[in-house]
């Protein structure tokens, strides 16, 4: 089966998020981290600005449901993907 990439990203993002309800999911942590990633990204993403300040991606973050102590892993794994550019 041939999912577009709109198609798989929403697969994978769905399907983080009923993780989340799931006590032991360290068996699907690729999963988590996608979709994690991708939910930050889209977050990001709903800025029309092209430069975001720290409280900002901060505010963002959390409303994707990523702790402050994922932030930097999640920043730098967008970043080494060539998604975004972090600064300081």
Same mark, same amino acid.
């Given at each position: =089966?041939? @999912?577009?990439? +709109?198609?798989? %990203? !929403?697969?994978?993002? *769905? *399907? /983080?998020?009923?993780? &989340?309800?799931?006590?032991? #999911? /360290?068996?699907?942590?690729?999963?988590?981290? !996608?979709?994690?990633? %991708? =939910?930050?990204?889209?977050?990001?993403?709903?800025?029309? &600005?092209?430069?975001? %300040?720290?409280? +900002?991606?901060?505010?963002?973050?959390?409303? #994707?449901?990523? !702790? +402050?102590?994922?932030?930097?892993?999640?920043?730098? @794994?967008?970043? +080494?993907?060539?998604?975004? !550019?972090? %600064?300081?």
């Amino acid at each position: =089966m041939n @999912l577009d990439n +709109k198609v798989e %990203g !929403a697969w994978i993002i *769905h *399907h /983080a998020n009923k993780l &989340q309800t799931v006590t032991n #999911a /360290a068996s699907f942590e690729n999963i988590s981290i !996608a979709g994690k990633a %991708g =939910m930050l990204l889209s977050a990001l993403s709903t800025s029309d &600005q092209l430069v975001l %300040g720290n409280d +900002k991606v901060k505010i963002l973050a959390n409303q #994707a449901n990523i !702790a +402050k102590s994922e932030l930097d892993f999640f920043l730098d @794994l967008l970043s +080494k993907q060539e998604l975004i !550019a972090k %600064g300081t």
